[in-house]
């Protein structure tokens, strides 16, 4: 198994301004995700985060809204620019070991006011 | 095109026993994954089936039939903890997983 620690847990930003979401795993994964999830609706994926690489979007999400980097592999951060109150959900970094479970981080829930 | 299905949201009584079904359409099949989701919280894992039949954990239990696309979560002696979201998900390639709307389970005393 392993451990994500992912922060902020929650933040409350205004329009126009772009928050960056970190998530470390405490050992080396395959894989990475980000995802959104709106309050009582299932997982959305923004992207699949690649180690030394551009991420690889889902259709509906664009580098310039969602950038993504993951230069090693155990950290990845999502940045949400030039917000509106349209972003406001819950963020979650997920992990895969192998070809073992997925793994998520404890969330980030955001406002946009 | 990739489709997965599991009812809204149950109801069901403590102590008693409760199946969650789930049907998947999908491109790809490389395993079948349970998550349980408390409000608030992020996913924690549960299950993982890859072969047809039964795989048991405790309370908990999961079936599949992948000539069907058919999966279930068995819950036995329910408990008010497990008031939660209970979301499907199918691994159709190598790692990525699809998702299922999720299924609200409520757990009346």
């Known amino acids: 198994s392993a451990v994500i620690s992912q922060k902020p847990s929650r933040d409350i930003c205004q329009r126009g301004t772009s928050l960056t979401i970190q998530c470390q795993v405490d050992?080396?994964?395959?894989?990475m995700f980000w995802y959104r999830q709106q309050p009582g609706q299932s997982l959305t994926l923004i992207a699949t985060a690649n180690q030394g690489s551009e991420a690889t979007y889902e259709s509906g999400f664009v580098i310039d809204k969602f950038p993504i980097s993951r230069p090693n592999l155990t950290f990845s951060t999502l940045t949400v620019s030039n917000m509106s109150p349209e972003d406001s959900s819950i963020y979650l970094c997920s992990a895969i070991k192998g070809d073992t479970e997925a793994f998520f981080g404890q969330g980030t829930r955001l406002t946009v006011v | 095109g990739q489709n997965i299905d599991q009812p809204t949201e149950m109801t069901a009584t403590e102590g008693a026993i409760v199946q969650i079904n789930c049907t998947y359409q999908t491109s790809g099949f490389n395993g079948l994954f349970w998550y349980q989701q408390h409000a608030g919280e992020a996913p924690t894992f549960l299950s993982y089936n890859v072969l047809d039949g039964l795989e048991e954990k405790g309370r908990f239990s999961s079936f599949l039939s992948r000539s069907k696309g058919y999966s279930y979560l068995l819950l036995k002696e329910l408990q008010m903890k497990d008031s939660a979201s209970y979301l499907c998900a199918v691994r159709d390639g190598d790692y990525q997983l699809i998702w299922g709307a999720g299924t609200k389970l409520i757990i009346k005393p």
């Open positions: 050992s080396q994964v395959t894989m």
